[in-house]
Structures are given as C-alpha cells and as structure tokens.
C-alpha cells in the first residue's frame, strides 16, 4: 500500500488513548488534523503538542479534531497531558502499524547512525475522509497556525 496523497482516502485507525479510544471512522463528518510526533515529552513534541492544545478552541470552531499520534503508550500519553495541561487526544500507536500505514515511519540519520523512527507529520482529512494535505518533516515554529488556516480554509 502506498502512502496516502492529498485526494485519497485516509487509512483507517482504531488507536487507544488515555481516555478511551480513537477512531476515524467516529469522526467522519469532521474535519480531523492527525499529526504524527517522535516522543511525549521531548522539547519538539511537547512544544507542538502545546501549541494544538492552546488552539483547540480555534480547531473546534473549524469543525476540527486534533490527535496526536506516537508509539507512546496511552497510560505515558496520559501523564504527558497531565503535566503540560493538553487538551488534544493522544492515540497510542505502539506496533506502529497506523504510523506505517499514513508513511510517517521514516529511516532517519543521527551522527551518521541510521534508524527508524517516527517522521513528525501532519495530515488535514476532510469530513468525508479524504486527506486533503499533508506536511512531512515538520518544523515546529509556526505548524500549528499553518494547519489552522489550512482547516478554516477547508
């Protein structure tokens, strides 16, 4: 299975979260921002975690729900959201299968050491489940108001 482009349907996920479960099929007839992150509560992730938290009420208004997504477990994720106050779902992805699935599980180089490992990733999908677009290797500074205007947009 290829990776998802913009206009094609996104892959389905089942993911558990420290509140329950998550799922795309429950949120069809919203828009959804998936974004895919290395590791809770390491300084990139948990200044975008942060960032989506505090513009949830923005998202909302969109008609968008924001998740999370790393191979953290939901009982980590829970903690993680306790600690920095963060309102925006976290789906645990442990077997990396959702992950694979939407082509966010990347080779990466460190030090000349390769590995693989989560590519931070966002996907904006559309109330009929078709993603409408997609930022891969994201930087931080300024994503969140980027995805913003591309969900009021939509």
Do not use: N
Not at 90 to 106: F, Q
């Amino acid at each position: 299975m290829s990776d998802p482009q913009p206009g094609s349907p996104a892959p389905d996920f089942d993911l558990p979260t420290d509140t329950g479960r998550v799922t795309l099929a429950s949120l069809r007839g919203r828009k959804v921002v998936l974004f895919f992150y290395p590791k809770d509560d390491t300084p990139g992730c948990t200044t975008e975690s942060i960032g989506f938290s505090q513009a949830r009420a923005d998202f909302e208004a969109a008609g968008a729900t924001v998740i999370g997504v790393s191979k953290d477990t939901a009982a980590k994720h829970g903690k993680f959201r306790a600690k920095h106050g963060l309102t925006v779902e976290l789906g645990s992805d442990a077997d990396s299968d959702v992950i694979e699935r939407y082509g966010s599980w990347v080779e990466k180089s460190l030090y000349g050491r390769h590995y693989m490992g989560i590519d931070r990733s966002t996907f904006l999908i559309d109330q009929a489940g078709i993603v409408r677009q997609i930022w891969r290797k994201v930087k931080v500074k300024g994503h969140v108001e980027a995805v913003l205007a591309a969900a009021q947009a939509l």
